[in-house]
């Protein structure tokens, strides 16, 4: 009974791998492959033998490990947005918070862009605010200039993301044991005592493996976000390893080199792998379990 | 009343032991301050764009909406009706996020049962064929020739069947199922009922509250998805998301009448009157995040409880 849909994982999960092919031939949209196509690793040694490719990808693995990095760096804060948010007395409050601050989850890429559109472009919210104040006497389109990219889009990553992430923290806040607290406030810790050596300590498990896991995917940003805020004066910083894949192969209208994307997706796919195991083994050894 | 009076003097009882210090003070004040600050960044946006939608659109187009509605109106959704090729986007995300939902939720039901049947042939490694795709990648463009091979570009499938075996919501089913009681099952079989009868009626109606939070999740990521669109669908318009469609409109530098519906009683002028480009992409991107806005509040009660399950993976 399970047969059909072992058959459609197969298909849709394994089979594309057979497309890997595609890295070893000298392809062209609408005609097959045939052995007279073989070219070996020529795509491979294209990649790094050829100086615009190579400048290019110079500059894709920059952004990407940039903003990897950005994220993997501010990692903490949903945990200190749990810590603090625990902290608030009043509970309808919390929960006001709560709600709010998830719903951005739930918006596509599309949807956050054209928040930024609304706010952000000349006719937009922080334009007529700024021209209110006297601050400047004609709008500009923020979204058209290139500076700060890796920031900015930090910032739309952690809006969006902030509320969600910690939701992990606020529920495992709710599993410390409550004794800890009451022990900790017998033995004279005052509340920043006992954020610190009671809570931190109570999370330091789901962030460590929360922190292996982003680390294993440090090349995978996906392209939506990166897309969608593409735009002539920012496209040199915002483009990432997913994003220049699809360009590469597919962004040009049916143009697209093929066999070198599939190089560049295929190794980047590997590495992935190989950091994902090497996360698994860190966490094996330092925590006895493993992540996958 | 009285949970509540027994909670404050428990507070009072603290504040006795430690007094509240200038510290606490000043890091409660910050603290709410904080969060309430980063609350109405959160919400401030769809609260500007809802204003946005139905102001005055010429007060619109020159960015004069900022923090309360003018001249109120809803024209602009009715104007969308004139709008070509939305009616069709709408309807395709409605039906891959119905349909695409519903077949997820049956298959991955079904899936997570019979992964738990230690009976099964080679049930532990079906089980790791299904998980251990959640960790590779053959990457984009293989899966693109390979979607293209299997005839499902230009497909409105494309949207469906690629999601029907979704191997995190199978961990999820799994274990839910796991914990359910071996005896209920055992009576049933015993009294006759095979595997079918007691997925039917004993499995499927006890698991109700995970195939919820995973058909919430499901519903919410076709209702977002974009790039499929317009990765597999670039030679057949009509199948566009209604995301997808938003994306273009966003980056659309042709004028109203360019994507106005000439026909029909509506004249031309009419519409420009009525309709400018800003107004227009943020009306359709109104449109876009109402489902969510709706669903959203009965989500929330599943949002714990997926997450939490999620963190333990069996």
Redesign the interface.
């Given at each position: 009974?399970?047969l059909p849909?072992?058959i459609?994982?197969f298909?849709?999960?394994?089979?594309?791998?057979?497309?890997?092919r595609?890295a070893f031939f000298e392809y062209q949209p609408g005609l097959g492959l045939s052995m007279d196509h073989f070219v070996g690793f020529k795509w491979f040694r294209y990649l790094f033998e050829n100086a615009a490719t190579r400048a290019d990808i110079i500059r894709v693995i920059k952004n990407t490990l940039v903003m990897s990095a950005l994220g993997i760096g501010t990692s903490f804060l949903p945990m200190a947005f749990a810590i603090?948010?625990n902290?608030?007395?009043a509970s309808k409050?919390r929960k006001?918070?709560q709600?709010?601050?998830?719903?951005?989850n739930?918006?596509?890429w599309?949807?956050v862009?054209?928040?930024a559109?609304?706010?952000f472009s000349?006719?937009?919210?922080v334009?007529?605010?700024l021209i209110?104040l006297g601050v400047i006497s004609q709008?500009t389109n923020f979204l058209m200039s290139g500076e700060h990219i890796w920031l900015k889009m930090w910032a739309w990553g952690t809006?969006k993301g902030?509320?969600w992430s910690a939701?992990?923290y606020?529920?495992g806040i709710s599993g410390i044991d409550q004794q800890l607290y009451e022990a900790a406030?017998v033995d004279g810790a005052?509340?920043?005592q006992r954020m610190r050596h009671v809570t931190v300590p109570g999370l330091i498990p789901?962030f460590s493996v929360l922190l292996l896991l982003s680390i294993a995917s440090i090349l995978s940003n996906g392209?939506?976000q990166y897309?969608?805020f593409k735009n002539s004066a920012n496209k040199d910083t915002i483009e990432v390893l997913?994003l220049y894949?699809?360009t590469l192969?597919?962004g040009s209208g049916g143009s697209g080199n093929?066999p070198l994307?599939?190089v560049v997706?295929?190794l980047?796919?590997l590495i992935?792998?190989a950091l994902?195991m090497g996360a698994n083994k860190i966490s094996k050894l330092i925590r006895g379990e493993s992540i996958? | 009343m009285n949970t509540k009076k027994r909670k404050s003097k428990g507070?009072t009882n603290k504040k006795r032991?430690?007094k509240l210090t200038k510290?606490?003070i000043t890091?409660?004040i910050i603290?709410?301050l904080?969060?309430t600050l980063?609350?109405i960044?959160?919400?401030f946006?769809?609260y500007?764009?809802l204003i946005?939608t139905i102001s005055d659109n010429e007060l619109v187009?020159?960015?004069?909406i900022?923090w309360l509605p003018k001249g109120i109106h809803f024209r602009n959704y009715i104007s969308l009706m004139n709008v070509n090729n939305l009616g069709s986007s709408i309807l395709v995300s409605v039906a891959r996020t119905v349909l695409g939902t519903a077949v997820m939720v049956g298959?991955t039901a079904?899936?997570g049962y019979?992964?738990t049947k230690q009976e099964?042939w080679g049930r532990r490694f079906?089980y790791r064929?299904?998980v251990i795709?959640m960790?590779?990648?053959?990457?984009?463009?293989?899966?693109?020739?390979?979607m293209s091979m299997?005839g499902l570009t230009n497909n409105f499938w494309a949207y469906i069947?690629?999601g029907?075996?979704a191997?995190y919501n199978i961990i999820l089913v799994k274990t839910y199922i796991e914990s359910i009681p071996a005896d209920l099952e055992e009576s049933a079989s015993i009294d006759g009922a095979g595997?079918l009868v007691r997925f039917r009626h004993i499995i499927w109606p006890l698991s109700k509250p995970i195939l919820a939070t995973i058909a919430i999740f499901g519903a919410?990521g076709h209702?977002?998805?974009?790039?499929d669109s317009m990765?597999l669908m670039s030679g057949k318009p009509e199948l566009y998301t209604l995301?997808?469609r938003?994306?273009i409109y966003?980056n659309s530098t042709s004028n109203l009448s360019a994507l106005m519906n000439s026909g029909g009683n509506v004249s031309q002028a009419v519409i420009e009157s009525t309709l400018n480009m800003?107004s227009l992409?943020?009306t359709v991107?109104m449109v876009?995040?109402i489902p969510?806005?709706l669903v959203?509040p009965f989500?929330?009660r599943y949002?714990?409880k997926g997450?939490?399950m999620g963190?333990v993976k069996g």
């Open positions: 009974m399970i849909f072992v459609l994982c298909v849709f999960s394994y089979l594309p791998l057979w497309g890997w595609y603090f948010l902290e608030i007395r409050f006001l918070v709600t709010f601050t998830t719903i951005p739930f918006i596509s599309v949807l862009y054209t928040f559109f609304a706010l000349s006719e937009g919210f334009n007529s605010v209110d709008g809006w902030l509320g939701i992990i606020i529920a406030t005052g509340r920043f789901t392209m939506d897309f969608v997913d894949v699809y192969g597919l093929i994307a599939t997706g295929m980047k796919s992935s792998v994902l996958v | 507070l032991i430690y510290g606490d890091f409660n603290n709410y904080f969060f980063f609350t960044i959160c919400i946006p769809f500007y764009l946005n187009r020159t960015g004069q900022k298959a079904f899936i019979l992964v099964m079906i064929f299904f795709t960790y590779f990648n053959a990457g984009l463009i293989p899966w693109y020739l390979n299997l069947i690629p029907i075996v191997p595997y919410v209702w977002n998805s974009f790039t990765i995301q997808y938003l994306y966003m800003r992409k943020l991107a876009t995040i969510i806005l959203y989500m929330q949002f714990e997450i939490m963190a």
